[in-house]
């Protein structure tokens, strides 16, 4: 079988490198700019230091914060308005996954043309859309390097997922702790696990490798490890830099290897019951995780390793195990709902959901193959 493994983004990584800014601009000879903005950010320390950067080296500059959690095509059309009004040649986004989607595909439209919808599926443009400068202001999707953005069609209630693994990362990412330091606790512990999903399931795909599996690692040894320091405090920058880290690491692998039904049964969680992405998948985790066990123990018992989890010695079933109680007692100190029923969740919709579930053949990824039977329980378990 042959795989391949490639990262097209130049990454900028520490406290202050928000600063590179000045030096990524001149590189590409920009003098016009669309910036897409986490309205929370407007009046912060660190968007203000970022205007000033831009002001000292004469950018013309569009602004555009109208973004809410899980964007619609609405908004994308919204904010392309904005960007092709401006004439911009490149797209700054600050903000987590749903403002670096949106200007992910604001730049597939500037140069592709069209509407969003025509790219849903698997490298459906081919054109590169605007250089894009990408300041994630949370530790989650990783959407700053991952080859997907993720757009809601509210007509049909789907989420649409627009992947080219070699065209849709950003060609330059800035991962700078202070842009975390205001991030809510309950957002920075759903996003976290979010990251934490990204790399656990990358590591278990049917598509992952040897690269991959490293990379997996050092990411799920990251986020496990820091992520109740950062939740606990926002100001640690150690903790914001390696999940900074760890949630980017993640972002380069899943979109290379595929995901798996955690991350399906929460695209259907979502957006049935309008749910953040991340709160979707923190609440499935832990029952996919027991449910995937079966299919790749030894796999497991090095998340357990990972996780910090005492298994030396012991047989590969029970160390996998030692994984699933770590994964669960994770998501309980983060203080993520346990069933699905305490975030809305209604069981009339299960059937139809766990058909969708099953019809997004994420069997291509998922380590154990699950029937529309077997959707319908972990839904019932989940609840």
């Known amino acids: 079988m042959i795989t391949s493994f490639f990262c097209p983004t130049t990454i900028y990584m520490g406290e202050g490198s928000y600063k590179k800014i000045a030096e990524v601009i001149t590189k590409l000879a920009c003098q016009r700019i669309f910036i897409a903005l986490d309205a929370a950010l407007l009046k912060s320390e660190f968007y203000a230091g970022i205007a000033n950067l831009l002001q000292e080296a004469n950018v013309s500059t569009a602004l555009f914060t109208e973004i809410e959690p899980d964007p619609s095509a609405h908004t994308v059309e919204k904010a392309f308005a904005v960007c092709h009004a401006h004439k911009a040649t490149v797209i700054l986004a600050i903000g987590g996954g749903s403002t670096i989607d949106v200007a992910k595909a604001v730049g597939i439209l500037a140069t592709n043309g069209g509407r969003i919808h025509d790219y849903e599926g698997i490298e459906k443009f081919s054109i590169p859309g605007l250089p894009l400068i990408a300041i994630p202001t949370t530790a989650g999707t990783g959407s700053e390097v991952s080859g997907s953005c993720v757009i809601t069609d509210t007509e049909k209630n789907l989420k649409m997922s627009i992947r080219h693994a070699s065209l849709n990362p950003a060609p330059f990412a800035i991962l700078d702790p202070l842009a975390l330091r205001t991030v809510p606790a309950h957002v920075a512990a759903h996003s976290g696990i979010d990251a934490f999903v990204h790399a656990f399931e990358s590591y278990i795909s049917l598509g992952s ?9 050092q990411a799920m040894a990251l986020l496990a490890g820091n992520i109740r320091q950062f939740v606990a405090n926002r100001q640690n920058t150690t903790a914001a830099m390696n999940m900074l880290c ?5 972002g380069i692998t899943f979109g290379q290897t595929g995901l798996g039904n955690v991350h399906c049964m929460a695209r259907f969680v979502g957006a049935e019951f309008h749910l953040s992405h991340g709160l979707s998948n923190a609440v499935c985790l832990p029952h996919v995780a027991k449910f995937n066990l079966l299919a ?4 497991f018992a090095q998340v357990a390793q990972v996780m910090g989890c005492p298994v030396l010695g012991l047989p590969t079933l029970q160390a996998a195990q030692a994984a699933v109680e770590a994964i669960t007692v994770l998501c309980s100190d983060l203080s993520i709902p346990a069933r699905l029923r305490d975030v809305g969740a209604k069981q009339e919709y299960f059937d139809d959901m766990a058909a969708a579930c099953f019809a997004a053949n994420y069997n291509r990824w998922n380590p154990r193959h699950t029937t529309v039977a077997d959707f319908r329980l972990l839904f019932d378990q989940a609840y």
């Open 296 to 299: 790749v123990p030894e796999k």
């Open 209 to 217: 490798n040897l690269m991959t599996d490293a990379i997996n690692l």
């Open 246 to 250: 760890g949630s980017a690491l993640a």
